[in-house]
């Protein structure tokens, strides 16, 4: 029988799932919609799908999240504070029409909460988070922008004497593979974060053994929630991600769309919980570069790169915050 904390933070760690969703839906679909590939509608669908049937392959990323950030038997309180902080900072950032990362808003939520539930640094598995956090934070874009600009150099190279009409007309078709392609790694990335944190929770509750994996259940519902969020989109994150970085064809969108499924596949085979936003961006980044570099609109790159500067350190205070406020009620 599951306590009502409980239950409380297995709901709220969906409706996190849900935003997630909505949130990185233009990870996805932003490409295929403004090149003219799909519509917006047929975009979405195809997102929500392959979002579903991403979040059912693995639990690498997820038992990162459960086991190898934190230390400690957290209380349950603690769990829906980091899940809380996360939501805040990913409803700002959607409100905003930034893409920031909704992976690093649940683990910064996490660390600070772990850290002022336990009073000390001691609780959170460092060399875990360096590894598995940070460096995948910095090697991951990189990876996403020069997968990005070999791919469209590739492309350039082998459809040197097509004419622009011809490969536009190829590259719209193949837009289809690389969107379903991207949305499927974005749910087995993306999704697991939210079933590591449930898995959290029925361990610290005494509701499942520490030994065990993620319930089926467990996928089920995020890859269901996920979906359902996903079906919503994200408009304005689209946008930006869209249009706002560079101008972008079929060849270069499918390119970008190729290069941040590979890069974001590589590290879910890692375990690593990596942001789809950032590798998906970067990779626009690294198309709009093989073109030129006066291609990127590096003003609005600098701005991105600021959300995801501060998305850790935010949403750390603010899962310590709502810790402390929480504690002064129980």
Request: hydrophobic share 55%; glycine share 8%; net charge positive.
């Amino acid at each position: 029988m599951l306590s009502g904390i409980l239950v409380a933070v297995i709901i709220v760690a969906l409706i996190f799932e849900f935003i997630n969703g909505f949130h990185d839906t233009a990870n996805a679909i932003a490409t295929s919609v403004y090149t003219k590939a799909l519509t917006a509608k047929n975009a979405i669908l195809l997102a929500a799908v392959m979002n579903f049937l991403g979040a059912l392959v693995s639990e690498r990323v997820a038992m990162t999240i459960s086991k190898g950030i934190v230390s400690i038997e957290l209380e349950q309180y603690v769990i829906l504070a980091a899940l809380l902080a996360a939501i805040i900072w990913n409803l700002i950032t959607w409100w905003k029409g930034i893409p920031s990362s909704s992976s690093h808003a649940l683990i910064g939520g996490l660390i600070g909460a772990t850290i002022v539930y336990g009073m000390s640094l001691e609780n959170i598995i460092w060399s875990g988070v360096m590894s598995k956090v940070v460096i995948p934070l910095f090697t991951s874009p990189i990876l996403g922008f020069c997968l990005g600009f070999i791919c469209l150099k590739g492309i350039f190279k082998l459809f040197a004497n097509w004419s622009q009409n011809k490969v536009n007309k190829v590259f719209l078709k193949l837009q289809l593979v690389s969107a379903a392609f991207v949305a499927f790694s974005h749910g087995n990335n993306d999704a697991q974060k939210t079933m590591g944190i449930i898995t959290l929770a029925l361990i610290t509750g005494g509701a499942l053994e520490s030994t065990s994996g993620v319930p089926l259940w467990v996928k089920a519902a995020c890859a269901t929630v996920m979906a359902l969020g996903t079906s919503i989109g994200g408009w304005k994150i689209m946008k930006t991600m869209g249009r706002g970085v560079t101008k972008l064809e079929p060849a270069s969108g499918f390119a970008a769309q190729t290069a941040s499924a590979i890069s974001i596949e590589m590290m879910t085979f890692l375990g690593a919980p990596v942001s789809t936003t950032q590798i998906i961006t970067t990779s626009i980044m690294g198309v709009g570069t093989a073109k030129r570099a006066s291609a990127v609109k590096w003003v609005i790159a600098r701005e991105i790169v600021k959300a995801w500067i501060v998305t850790l350190p935010i949403t750390m205070l603010l899962g310590g915050a709502l810790v402390y406020i929480m504690q002064a009620f129980i």
